[in-house]
């Protein structure tokens, strides 16, 4: 692949990921690329480096501009293996005494991967790195998203290398804002809302820190997807929006079945949230990905789940699904639970429970219906929608 020239003498050498589908359990859709950045100046820098087996991939691309060898600095912002797997191949290349740039927690933590004696050069949050005319600045970004994550920023040309953060799973030639479609925004919220929402009080410091410090940023480069050159404030007004994790009058329903009960009384609560004028969204949980799911939580003010009872349980997928919810931490939710049942009927206790955990504001014990829904069952679901509906409009 032909490495992109971002700005005079900077260059995206990273690679494209065509058809990786499960991210470490999350549904990439149409792949994602690992973003690596090459600094020619009297220094000549690498920030970040990709997958393991697109090593061979990385050194052709450096290649093309200048031989690998030359490299004088390696930055390291963030440990995770889809941006360190190439680091051996790439330092026993360039020299494993060259200098490894990385937090102090990337050095214990590249430790913890690498048996690799290599020659960390661990930097505090504010620190410093001249390439010639050219100055790297780096940000401690603890735990956004793991203990070791930074960014690095080059100061001369504005612009941030900002590892995972304000990524998005998209693989693609169009490499900037302005040449991507709509799907790159849909994308990035997806990314949040599966990677970093948990960490969004965190996040919101940093963007409040990043904004009070006045520094300019002209680009933004993650190291997935799409790089923010046109609007780098579109995505960063949206990532201040997702950390204080503003909603939308908006509910989701979120169900599996084995019978359809369930799923009839999904559709009757999601009629009744409808008809107050909230807009209501409709999942069932085995025709979608949960990262899918967790998409449409991020903006959305109700979280209603639905689940049957199976072995005095609640269903296994609903289970997933609300594991899976907790730990991202959605915050200051309308909870609502209700399900079918044929004789002990536990679930729809057992999920509000964890919907209750998870400090959602409940609307009532949501409706528990045995085996098939009747004329009044289906009543009881609609007005159970619509105080959802109503509690969501009032907020
Ligand atoms: C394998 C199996 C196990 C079940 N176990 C229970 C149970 O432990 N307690 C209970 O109340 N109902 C149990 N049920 C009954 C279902 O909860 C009931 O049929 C319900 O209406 C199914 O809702 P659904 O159509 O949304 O799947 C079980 C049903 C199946 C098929």
């Given at each position: 692949m032909k490495p992109t020239q971002i700005a005079d003498g900077i260059y995206d050498v990273g690679v494209i990921d065509w058809n990786i589908r499960d991210f470490h359990g999350y549904s990439t859709y149409r792949g994602s690329s690992y973003n690596a950045f090459l600094i020619i100046d009297e220094k000549v820098a690498l920030i970040d480096t990709v997958k393991a087996p697109f090593a061979d991939q990385l050194i052709g691309n450096i290649s093309q501009i200048i031989?690998?060898?030359?490299?004088d600095v390696v930055v390291s912002n963030h440990t995770e293996m889809d941006h360190t797997g190439a680091l051996p191949k790439i330092m026993a290349l360039v020299g494993a005494d060259k200098p490894l740039y990385c937090s102090k927690l990337g050095a214990k933590n590249l430790a913890g991967h690498f048996p690799d004696k290599w020659n960390y050069h661990p930097v505090k949050d504010g620190e410093e790195l001249s390439l010639g005319k050219r100055t790297l600045s780096f940000i401690e970004t603890r735990m956004i998203h793991w203990p070791d994550s930074m960014f690095s920023y080059l100061k001369e040309d504005?612009?941030?290398?900002?590892?995972?953060?304000?990524?998005?799973?998209y693989a693609g030639f169009e490499k900037f804002d302005d040449q991507a479609d709509s799907e790159m925004m849909l994308q990035a919220k997806k990314y949040y809302a599966n990677i970093l929402m948990l960490y969004a009080p965190r996040i919101l410091k940093l963007l409040e820190k990043v904004v009070a410090s006045g520094i300019q940023i002209d680009m933004i480069c993650p190291d997935h997807g799409v790089l923010w050159r046109k609007d780098p404030g579109k995505i960063i007004d949206a990532y201040f929006k997702w950390s204080r994790q503003e909603t939308e009058n908006k509910a989701v329903v979120v169900y599996d079945t084995m019978w359809k009960s369930t799923e009839t009384m999904a559709n009757a609560i999601a009629e009744g949230i409808s008809s107050t004028g909230a807009m209501v969204k409709l999942i069932h949980i085995r025709s979608s990905h949960r990262s899918e799911i967790m998409t449409d939580v991020l903006d959305a003010a109700a979280v209603i789940v639905g689940s049957p009872t199976l072995n005095n349980q609640m269903f296994p997928t609903v289970a997933d699904t609300l594991t899976y919810m907790k730990g991202l931490k959605p915050l200051g939710r309308i909870g609502g639970a209700f399900g079918s049942y044929g004789w002990s009927g536990e679930a729809v206790k057992m999920v509000a429970a964890e919907l209750e955990a998870m400090k959602f504001t409940m609307i009532d014990a949501g409706p528990r219906l045995q085996y098939v829904p009747d004329k009044a069952g289906i009543e009881a679901c609609i007005d159970y929608g619509k105080k959802i509906g109503e509690a969501i409009n009032a907020r």
């Open positions: 031989d690998p060898k030359k490299i504005h612009i941030l290398f900002s590892s995972d953060g304000f990524g998005q799973h």
